[in-house]
């Protein structure tokens, strides 16, 4: 079958080829599914650069891309929950890596059904956003009349979370950049705060939740918008203890300047890591055919331009998800 | 049992002996929300008389979208009866919207009856005249009403339904997005 492969760490030019390989094998819990289509993400760029060789690492060559949809076309013997012909969509565990293909296979404990009243290409487009913004808003125990701060509304996850803080009743400011700041109001968002001209540290006060989508000096200044006793989750701040722990990291302690400001705010700091969910797609996919959530394409490509999508994401300028439709 | 007897005394005279062969060949069955009874792409081996309960007839296109063309409620018949006529695989899924109880008939059993008690030729063209009408009523609906005077027809055309089906079934029933499907009923809460 026809895959693309990451062959080397490098430049997105010199890094990815098209190659020949065998079919997956389909163990007694996975379901083979004929790719439609797969969609790319940051992290698929990182890893293409080698940016991440130290904490997820990749035997070379290695089919690349996390997010698929398609039609369940085999299963293994212990799996109950799919039928052959099922329409599915996920995002595959780090060992199944590798959706820019013709088949992949799939534990089925991270598979659900796609929306159905959605295509392919869209369904393609939900799963690592989808994931990382529920398991962040539900980690903070997002409710009803919650005032949450989601750092880069116009962002893949961004984008996906404030439709689904709107989903559960809550009162959402995002930041955007000037030329954003519409279509993200389309979202739903309640506030749309554009960094360029306005200062977002003097308009949240005692947010319940902020979602850290940015890093760096947003990590720290969440603590001046969040209440006391509010929580700051973040999938790209530093990692908090536990989530050293889960990583093997002996002795980890939080930066002194984030330890004093949780301390000092009574609040709590949790690093989210994504982890690949079935029943959180189920979740996602209620939503989606409720029309609480739409998902946002920026542009399908052919797979035969899978590179050029890649050139496309590590632009930067795509406003919602950059998928390849594969048959 | 007692609601399709009665529909088919409701059409012709029904002798005993023929009463037990249907009831010979019928197969009560309780299925759960979710459950597929007809499977677009695989061959169609059943014809599904709804006791209570709803099932929906889709098709899905090769963009991977559900389009809505049946609902099926008590006392409805559902299959894919292209798929039997024409013996060919089938293209429509039918699922089970609600806890369902159906009658379950073997289509070539089904067919078998008109040989045994011809009277049933006269039940089955009852029914095919009223599928006819049925969908040639839709298809008229499709193409002169708008959209708020389809959902109408819907809602009189089955009661209730909304009470346990998802909005995106009826929006692609009627042809139109969720977005459209939502103004219309905004609409109608204002008159």
């Known amino acids: 079958m026809q895959a693309l492969q990451i062959i080397k760490y490098g430049e997105i030019k010199d ?33 293409i650069l080698g940016n991440l060789q130290g904490m997820l690492p990749i035997p070379l060559p290695s089919t690349s891309a996390y997010d698929v949809s398609g039609t369940v076309i085999d299963k293994g013997i212990d799996v ?27 534990t089925s404990h991270a598979v659900s059904k796609k929306p159905g009243n959605i295509s392919f290409e869209e369904a393609a487009g939900l799963p ?42 809550a009162y959402v400011y995002t930041t955007t950049s000037t030329s954003n700041v519409e279509w993200v109001k389309e979202l739903g968002a309640d506030r749309v705060i554009d960094y360029k001209t306005e200062d977002y540290k003097a308009i949240v006060k005692d947010a319940d939740i902020v979602f850290d989508t940015l890093g760096k000096n947003h990590t720290t200044e969440a603590f001046t918008v969040v209440k006391k006793g509010g929580i700051v989750v973040s999938v790209v701040g530093p990692l908090d203890d536990e989530s050293a722990k889960m990583f093997g990291i002996a ?26 969910n079935g029943s959180h797609l189920g979740e996602i996919k209620a939503l989606v055919e409720d029309d609480k959530i739409r998902p946002i394409i920026d542009k399908v490509y052919p797979f035969s331009e899978s590179t050029e999508a890649f050139n496309h994401l590590a632009s930067g300028r795509a406003k919602g998800k950059i998928v390849v439709k594969i048959s | 049992m007692e609601d399709l007897i009665n529909k088919i005394k409701g059409s012709i005279i029904l002798s005993s002996k ?7 060949i019928a197969t009560e069955k309780s299925v759960s929300k979710g459950d597929v009874l007809i499977r677009q ?16 007839a889709y098709c899905i296109d090769k963009n991977g979208k559900e389009h809505t063309l049946q609902f099926a409620i008590k006392n409805w018949w ?43 030729e006269a039940f089955q063209r009852k029914n095919l005249e009223r599928h006819v009408v049925s969908l040639h009523k839709r298809i008229l609906n499709q193409l002169q009403l708008t959209a708020p005077e389809r959902y109408d027809f819907f809602l009189k055309q089955y009661p209730d339904i909304e009470q346990y089906t998802p909005n995106y079934h009826i929006a692609s029933y009627l042809g139109i997005t969720q977005q459209s499907l939502s103004r219309i009923r905004v609409e109608n809460a204002r008159k």
Request: with cysteine; net charge negative.
């Open chain 1, 15 to 47: 890094s990815l080829a098209f190659s020949e390989i065998s079919p997956p094998s389909v163990q007694a819990n996975d379901v083979l599914i004929e790719v439609k289509a797969a969609a790319i993400n940051p992290i698929d760029k990182s890893i």
């Open chain 1, 80 to 106: 109950s929950n799919f039928e052959i012909g099922d329409l599915v969509y996920s995002r595959v565990p780090q060992e199944q890596m590798g959706t820019l293909a013709e088949l992949v296979a799939v």
């Open chain 1, 128 to 169: 690592l956003v989808g994931l990382t913004a529920l398991q962040s808003l539900e980690y903070a125990g997002i409710k009803e009349n919650d005032k949450v701060l989601i750092h880069a509304g116009s962002g893949g996850v961004g984008s996906f979370a404030i439709q689904y803080a709107k989903a559960k009743g």
């Open chain 1, 251 to 276: 002795d980890y302690k939080l930066p002194t300047e984030l330890s004093k400001l949780v301390r000092e705010k009574e609040a709590a700091y949790k690093f989210i890591f994504m982890h690949p």
């Open chain 2, 18 to 24: 023929a009463e037990e062969y249907v009831v010979s």
């Open chain 2, 41 to 56: 792409g695989q061959a169609v081996k059943n014809t599904y008389f709804v006791q209570d309960g709803c099932l929906r």
């Open chain 2, 78 to 120: 559902i299959s894919d009866f292209m798929a039997i006529y024409n013996k060919e695989r089938s293209t429509l899924t039918i699922e089970c919207l609600t806890d369902s109880n159906v009658i379950e008939f073997n289509t070539e059993k089904l067919d078998g009856i008109y040989s045994i008690f011809p009277e049933f």
